[in-house]
C-alpha cells in the first residue's frame, strides 16, 4: 500500500470540490483592505467569513500597539518561555486576561489549537474519564488521542446524555473531566452551560469551556457564555483564542486551581513550541482593552447577526438553531454546497463552505461569520445575492419563501 | 441439574433450530457466542436470567448494531459478524462514533473511543458490548 492510498476517499472527495474551478481550502486573498474586504481573483469581495467578530484586525490603536512592539523588542522570541525566558509582556497579558475573568491564573498559548491539544490531554491522564461534546472542535478530539484517559462523547448540547455517561461510570475510581464550548464553530448553536454545570457538580466533575467563538461576543463584559450564563465561579478551566475576537493568534487558559502553575512544566504544546512574538502581545493586549472600552460593538455584532440570521430565514433557508456570530446555512449535499458557495464567490462575496468529515452529523454547509463593523448594506446584499443563488439552485423554491421565518 | 434451550440460529438465508441441554454455566456460554435468539427454554435459572438481563443475548446485541449498519449496506452482500464495519460498508468514520453512541444509550453501557478504534467487525463491537453488559 502507498503512503497516499489511505487517502483514496478524501482524495475524489477533493476532486469535487475543485470541479468548480476553484478550490474552497486553496483560496488566495490577494490583499486584505479591511476586516470586510479583500482582493481575491483580481477583485473586491465582500467577507462573510472570516471569525473577525468585532472587526478588531484593523483596529488603528491594535496595529499601533504591535509596530510600536516590534520597534522595542524585535520581531519574535525565538524560544519556548520555558526553555528561553517569559518576556515581561506575556507575563502583563496573562496577569490581564486573569483580571479580565476574575480567575487567579492565566497561562498564554501559541495557539488556541495548542491550548486545548495541551491542557486536555495533560488534566486528563491515567485512569480519569475525559467526556466531551460530540460536536467537539479538532483540538478537542486531538487532545482524547494523546491522552491516556478514557474519553466517551456525550449527545451534542444534550446534558441528559452527559449525566447518563457519568452515572455509568459509578464509583469507578478516577477524575471526571467535561469539556465543553461557548458557542460552537459550525452552526454558532451555544451550549445549555447552567445544566451542564449542574450535572458536573452533581457528578463531582471537572469542567473546561472552551470559549473561541464566545469571547467578546457573550457575556456582559464580553468573558463569553460562562458570564451570560452566571457559571464563571464553576467553570474550573476557562480556555480561549486571540484569532478572533482579539484579531491576532495565540490561546489562553484561565483557572483558578491552586497549583495551576505546574501546568507550565507539563504541558509539552506550551514547552515545546516558541512563545507568542512582541508584536501580537501587545496587540492582543490592546484589543482587550478595546473590548472592555466599547461593548457598543458587541451589540453591533448582534444587531448584525439578526438581520443576517432573520434575513435569510424569511427567504427560507434552513439555518442553524439560533442566532450565533456563526451563521450556518444547511445545504442538501457536498456538491450543491460547493456550487453555491462558487456562485457566491462569483458574485463578489466570500464565505466559507464545510462539508463533511469536518461537520456535525455528515451535514453540508455555508458557513458565515458576522463581524461588528458589516454595514446592514452589506449584509442585506448578502441576502439578497443568497436568495437569487439559492432559487437559481433550486435549494429555494417558492413553496419555501411563502414559510417566511420558518426556517429551522 | 441440567437445563435444555432450544436456539434458533441464524447464518445467512438460512436459520438451523438446536437443543442444547447442559449445565446452566455451558448454557451461558452457549448464549454469550452464538449469533441467537433464545426460542425456548424449559424453566429459566438464575443463570439464563442473568444472560438475558444483565449480559445481553448475542442475537439481539447483534440484530441491533445491524439495525444501525442497514443504511451503510453496500449491493446484496448481508451484514455478518465477519463485516468490517469501516470497510465493507459505507460508514465514515464519524457515523461510527455516533452509531456507537446510539449502541451505548440502548444498551446502558459506555464504550471509550480508544476501545471503538480497535474494534474492526461486527464480532468485535458484539462482544465488546456483551462484554460490557456483563460488568454493568
Ligand atoms: C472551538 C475552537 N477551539 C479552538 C480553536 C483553535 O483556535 P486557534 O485558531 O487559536 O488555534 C478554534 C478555531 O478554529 C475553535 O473553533
Known sequence: MGLFDRYAGLLEAYRDVRTTG????????ERVLSPTEAIINGRKMLLVGTNNYFGLTFDPSCMEAAIEAIRAEGTGTTGSRIANGSYTEHVALEQEI???YGKKHCMVFT????????????????????????????SIYDACKMTQA??????????SSLEARLRR????????????EGIYSMLGDSAPLREFIDVCKKYGAYVIVDEAHSLGALGDNGRGLCESTGVIDDCHFIVGTFSKTLGAIGGYCVSDEPDFDILRVTVRSYM???SLPPSIVASVRQALKVVKAKPELRTQLWSNVATLYEGLAAKGFKLGPEHGPVVGVHLPDRMTAIGFWRAMLDAGIYVNVAVPPATPNGVSLLRCSVCAVHTKEQLEHMIEVMTGIGRQLGVLDDRTLRVVGGAR | MKHGVTICHFTRNRCFWHKVTAHPRALESVLRTAHQMIVET???????????????????????????LAPFQTGERPITGG??????????????????MELEDHFDISIPMNVVAEIHTVDQLADTIQKLCARR
Open chain 1, 22 to 29: 476553484y478550490d474552497p481550502f486553496q483560496i488566495r486573498m
Open chain 1, 98 to 100: 486573569a483580571e479580565f
Open chain 1, 111 to 138: 495557539t488556541g489549537y495548542q491550548a486545548n491539544l495541551g491542557l486536555i490531554s495533560t488534566l486528563a491522564g491515567e485512569g480519569d474519564q475525559l467526556l466531551i461534546d460530540a460536536d467537539s472542535h479538532a
Open chain 1, 150 to 159: 478514557e474519553v466517551v462523547r456525550f449527545k451534542h448540547n444534550d446534558p
Open chain 1, 169 to 180: 461510570l459509578g464509583d469507578r475510581p478516577g477524575n471526571r473531566v467535561v469539556v465543553l
Open chain 1, 272 to 274: 515545546f513550541t516558541a
Open chain 2, 42 to 68: 424449559d424453566g429459566m435459572t438464575d443463570t439464563l436470567e442473568r444472560a438475558r438481563v444483565s449480559g445481553q443475548s448475542r442475537g439481539e446485541v447483534i440484530r441491533e448494531i445491524c439495525r444501525h
Open chain 2, 83 to 100: 463485516t468490517v464495519i469501516a470497510k465493507d460498508l459505507t460508514i465514515d468514520s464519524l457515523a461510527i462514533m455516533d452509531m456507537v
